[in-house]
């Protein structure tokens, strides 16, 4: 029982370490100046007509995905929800306390940049690695791909893209950064995941019911 309970404790701590880690490396590449990631584009799009934050407005398109999964009959968890809720108000916190200074110049902003790709990479380990559901984006990215019989990458990229041109078109902020993260984030989550050998395909991400009775269960 005791071992049962470290180990669930374990996975509880990662769902909140995970998505704060990933804000940092979010807000890393906005403070880098050079340009937003695809879906921040989109975020501070939305949030400027709407009158919202960034994490705001990341919250509410997280939600929205997430209700499409659902629609599409594909899986979801506590850990999907939480990163609904979590990255969103962490990258609000972070930005909010100015813990991390907007660059000024191009060569402490790429570095800031790249760095801020390895510390989601970092992020995303301890997040899918909690085995609570996928993040929003990833679910939305696996519907797709099983329901269009496409390859992932395809299926990431045209999320990825048309995130970018809709952001674009709303005002978000594009540049030399974007471009940079969408090249460099694949290949920076690979290696964190190569350094720290994990492995995504060996993790059960577990709907809610299956949470719920291995809880129950554990408990009595």
């Not at 704060?20 to 890393?28: D, K, Q, R, S």
């Not at 940049?113 to 929003?136: D, E, K, Q, R, T």
Request: proline letters at 3%; glycine letters at 16%.
């Amino acid at each position: 029982m005791t071992d049962s309970f470290t180990r669930e404790g374990i996975r509880i701590v990662k769902i909140f370490v995970g998505p704060f880690i990933y804000a940092v490396g979010v807000v890393m590449t906005l403070q880098a100046n050079l340009g937003y990631s695809p879906w921040y584009v989109f975020h501070q799009g939305l949030g400027r007509h709407l009158g919202i934050t960034i994490g705001q407005a990341s919250i509410i398109v997280s939600a929205i995905m997430v209700l499409i999964t659902v629609l599409m009959k594909e899986n979801v968890g506590i850990g999907t929800l939480g990163g609904v809720i979590l990255i969103g108000g962490f990258v609000d916190i972070i930005l909010f306390g100015n813990w991390i200074p907007l660059m000024r110049n191009f060569v402490p902003g790429f570095l800031i940049m790249i760095g801020g790709l390895f510390v989601i990479g970092l992020g995303s380990f301890f997040y899918i690695g909690a085995g609570y559901g996928a993040g929003p984006r990833d679910s939305l990215m696996v519907v797709l791909t099983k329901h269009t019989g496409k390859p992932v990458g395809l299926c990431r990229g045209c999320i990825e893209g048309t995130a970018l041109f809709i952001g674009w078109l709303m005002g978000g902020y594009a540049g030399v950064g974007t471009v940079i993260y969408v090249f460099g984030i694949g290949a920076a989550v690979q290696i964190v995941f190569s350094i720290l050998r994990f492995d995504v395909k060996k993790i059960n991400q577990e709907p809610f019911y299956e949470t719920y009775l291995r809880l129950r269960d554990t408990l009595r």
